[in-house]
């Protein structure tokens, strides 16, 4: 497509889908894919310099994001829907960004039911008129197929990292499976990323005791998969040897189960309807860590996130029943690494010795 | 020569220490206040067990150290042992309280509760984002009251119609509390209520959907507080035991965590005439500019910590 004008779009770094985000982009869609840089402190200054104060954190990160994308040369932006206030976060983050004086174009999704074909096809050639549907297609669920493989991967890493017994070689393999992903050009190059990281990381000796301790992490959907946002909680609590479980992520969200009706089904007794996005998924995982003998959960979000606010009392009720001590985590833009440092070493030294002892 | 162990709880507000022998008996404690200077406190803190402690018959053979400001005064006395101030108070409590079920602790800016059942804890609660309720905000009314936090107790005792005091927040808190003044209510109501206020703030907040079982041991500075004391006593309807060491659960729990961890340093008091500073330097590596810091001893850099990746680590 030489010559001819390609949007750049970007949207806002999120967890490691950004390898999907740019393969769907450039493989489906034939736009440019803008990297926006790694989420840093200064992101979060940005984005809570020009956020309303009480909006959640996730708000403020994605607008920090964005902004940073813009200066990377950006000139689309694409924000998702949501059934929480996610659902106006398009809304309120292009006027944001258009009163400081930036210009680009806004693809939101709010304004469009995704249901509908028409509407899909819209938004496809929204992004660029020329694309065509079917090859759109063949390209898209290709990048869907590396969404499913980097969420694999990374609850495979976080199950394991912390035994790992070669000193790092786990680590190693899983960056370079996310390069891999990164960079991947085709649907061969994602195939062999996955199976070169699946071999690689099946190669390293690991050092784990029969019955290591493990813990169940559920949550806001952004904080709880997101290294930057929930301070790398996972990776803290993985180095002190613990197996770390998250079910929480777009392929057990969207693509493996569609609806949360039939999962409501295993928590009647402690909820009978939705409570918000997450809540079914959340009360339901937190149900199975508890039932299969998890040593402990630790449950995130940032603050003010009412939908899991209101989880929290399910929660508890779930730590009465089964006798399982739950973590209850709440992020802001301004939550600093030492006290959560302090909180999961306690939690550690607790479900540690509780095991020892019970 | 004897076995001797040392324990170091240093918090926002005060700065506890102990030397327990290895029948977990105190030979010296000692208690001031931290008034923002860690290292500074900690030196004095030193001297002063010193002073209290036989050197012909004991020697320190493990330090531990607690509380906020832990991994700084772990550097600068070479500690063996540095434990988060949770499990500290935990174990500390229920070395001496081998029943208790339930540990509630108040300190000058943070709140917790531990539930324990057979002698470890099996769930804690920590306040985050909001020190509503903690021993800050009791000495801050008592200042604008005109009393000593100390006396705050004997007040709240003398009290028979305490007054209702908003609890759920500490600002609406002392806007009430400040309305209430001007109302012409009696200073020991008024303080009676605050320290309602403290111990319904604490319930709600960090106790909320725990499941507060007898016996019920409380302690960290508040518990010194009578009133307070009485509020729990009255709201929970069972007893509320309050330790007279209370104040040095966290310093004992480290000591405790010192002697049953396998690393031994000896400890000599040397640190007193020693000069230790902090700098902070950011990190260029990325925009992240970690704050890392550096201790030093004299000129030489002993530790540093707050870099998030390799690019911020400094050398000794």
């Known amino acids: ?358 | 020569m004897e076995q001797a162990f040392l324990g170091v709880d240093v918090g926002s507000i005060s700065t506890k220490g102990v030397i327990i022998d290895k029948d977990n008996r105190i030979l010296s404690s000692q208690y001031i206040w931290t008034q923002g200077d860690p290292i500074g406190a900690v030196k004095e803190l030193v001297g002063l067990l010193e002073g209290q402690f036989d050197k012909s018959r004991y020697q320190i053979a493990a330090t531990g150290t607690t509380g906020s400001a832990r991994k700084l005064v772990g550097a600068i006395l070479g500690a063996t042992m540095v434990k988060n101030e949770i499990t500290a108070h935990a174990v500390g409590t229920t070395t001496f309280y081998p029943d208790v079920r339930t540990i509630l602790e108040i300190g000058g800016q943070d709140s917790k509760i531990i539930l324990v059942e057979n002698g470890v804890a099996v769930d804690y609660a920590m306040n985050t984002l909001c020190a509503a309720g903690t021993g800050a905000f009791l000495s801050s009314q008592a200042k604008r009251l005109g009393i000593e936090v100390e006396e705050i107790g004997d007040y709240a005792l003398r009290s028979s119609h305490p007054t209702q005091i908003a609890a759920r927040c500490t600002v609406f808190a002392e806007s009430d509390l400040v309305h209430k003044i001007q109302m012409g209510h009696p200073k020991e109501d008024i303080i009676a209520g605050v320290c309602n206020a403290v111990a319904a703030n604490y319930l709600n907040n960090v106790g909320k959907g725990k499941k507060i079982v007898s016996p019920v041991v409380f302690q960290g500075g508040v518990s010194k507080n009578k009133g307070v004391v009485a509020a729990f006593e009255r709201t929970l309807g069972c007893p509320v035991i309050v330790d007279p060491n209370g104040h040095l659960m966290g310093a004992l729990g480290v000591a405790i965590l010192a002697r049953k961890g396998s690393k031994r340093q000896i400890f000599d008091f040397s640190v007193e005439n020693m000069d230790f500073c902090t700098r902070e330097s950011s990190c260029g590596g990325c925009s992240n500019h970690c704050e890392i810091i550096c201790v030093y001893r004299g000129d030489q850099m002993i530790d540093s910590w707050g870099n998030r990746c390799e690019r911020g680590a400094r050398v000794r």
């Open chain 1, 1 to 358: 497509m030489a010559g001819a004008v390609r949007r750049k779009i970007a949207f806002p770094r999120y967890a490691e889908y950004h390898c999907a985000f740019r393969y769907i982009a450039e493989q489906a869609l034939g736009v440019q894919y803008i990297l926006p840089p790694p989420l840093t402190r200064h992101t979060m200054e940005l984005g809570a310099k020009y956020s309303p104060e009480f909006v959640c954190t996730p708000f403020k990160t994605c607008l920090g994001s964005m902004i940073e994308a813009l200066e990377a040369g950006a000139d689309t932006l694409f924000m998702t829907h949501g059934l929480c206030r996610l659902g106006y976060y398009g809304e309120l983050l292009e006027q944001i960004l258009r009163d400081l004086g930036y210009q680009f174009d806004f693809i939101n999704l709010s304004d469009y039911d995704m249901s509908k074909k028409k509407d899909l096809i819209k938004v496809v050639r929204r992004f660029n008129p020329k694309v065509n549907p079917a090859r759109f297609l063949t390209q898209f669920m290709e990048g869907a197929r590396m969404v499913e493989y980097l969420d694999e991967i990374t609850a495979e890493y976080y199950r394991n990292c912390g035994f790992d017994a070669s000193g790092g070689d786990y680590k190693r393999a899983y960056q370079n499976f996310l390069n891999d992903m990164y960079t991947a050009q085709n649907r061969a190059d994602v195939e062999n990323g996955y199976r070169r990281a699946r071999s690689a990381m099946q190669a390293v000796p690991l050092d784990k005791p029969e019955r290591p301790l493990r813990v169940g992490i559920a949550g806001e959907f952004y904080t709880v998969m997101d290294a930057f946002s929930n301070l790398e909680l996972e990776q803290k609590l993985a180095d002190m040897r613990v197996e770390v479980h998250r079910w929480m992520n777009v392929t057990n969200q969207f693509m493996h189960y569609k609806s949360h009706r039939n999962m409501r089904v295993k928590i009647m007794d402690l909820c009978q309807y939705e409570m918000g996005p997450t809540a079914a998924a959340n009360i339901w995982w937190a149900k199975r860590c508890a039932e299969r003998n998890f040593d402990g959960i630790v449950h995130i979000k940032s603050a003010s996130c009412t939908p899991e606010i209101d989880v929290m009392p399910v929660l508890q009720t779930i730590s009465r029943d089964y006798k399982i001590p739950v973590l209850y985590l709440t992020y802001d833009a301004q939550t600093s690494d030492v006290g959560l440092q302090t909180r999961l070493e306690a939690f550690y030294d607790m479900i540690d010795m509780r095991k020892k002892v019970l």
